[in-house]
């Protein structure tokens, strides 16, 4: 069986697939870079465990081969001044990577996207997967050129790029904050309501590995369940089913102005920004995108067709 190299394998979606594919023995080779991967996901058989740094493109070599297929997520997140260096740890690390498995002989590369590539889609305009895009926030900016990176070698490779919608469950780090801050009476969205994709952890976990190791795969997917809905009705939704309050609806300069003083304080310390300036921005986006052709080729079945079908799972 093929072995698949999963960058950023220590982070939250990218451990997620992991163990999925651990559990069903697929034979798993997992990049790491600062924080190890978990002891208990290391010991599993047929796992190996790297450490690389895509900065350093010699930490590489040797661990990719001709046949293996990679799928990317390592990045980073939480930080802040991302406009700093999010076009180097988006873009240039990733053409590391890229190089790299080009002078391997790697066979795919799945890069894990979003749909605001895109700019602004809805329910009634969705995203077809476009490369022409204009979004306004620095994580889809760079997100769209790894993209346009990838598939200008997609005569050499098999190209797939999955834009995931967000991801809703337990252990997921975006969730786990909202419902901390909730828990709190902290929680806030501002008014203008934002029409989003959703998609369940296992649901995107099974359309992750059939991107993987399904043969045939090439091109852009977008990865999200049948609901149609704002982020204000599904954090509303998610705040009952925690039996919290309701998100309060907040002016915009508001928010804008809690994020700068997370910010102010990552900066100075050196701990996670729990909420950045160009997240707000990129999160005020409307996003949705065209499942149709995830449905017919990755996953024709959803575990949970909506969210409300799903609340058991936050």
Sequence with gaps: MERIIITGAAGNLGSLLARKMARDGVPLRLFWHRRPVADDLAACPGVETCQVDLGRPE???GHLREGDTIVHFAGVLFRADPQKFLHTTNTHYFRN??????????????LISFPHVEGETTPEKPARGRLDGHPVSVHAATRLEEERLLFAH???LETVSLRVGM?????ILMIDAARWFSRRWLLGVWRRPTWIHLISAPDFVAAAQAAACKPGIRGIYHV????????QQFLDDAARRWGTKRPWRMPLWMIYAAARGFESV????GWRAPLTRDFITIGRVSYYGDTERMRRELLPELRYRTYREGLEIL
């Design 154 to 156: 997609s005569e050499r």
């Design 224 to 231: 999200g369940d049948e609901g149609v809905q704002t982020l």
């Design 59 to 61: 930490t590489l070599r």
């Design 167 to 171: 991801v809703y469950g337990r252990g």
């Design 97 to 110: 990577l890229l190089d790299e498995a080009l002078r391997a002989g790697v066979r795919r590369i799945v």
């Design 266 to 269: 990552s900066r100075i310390t």
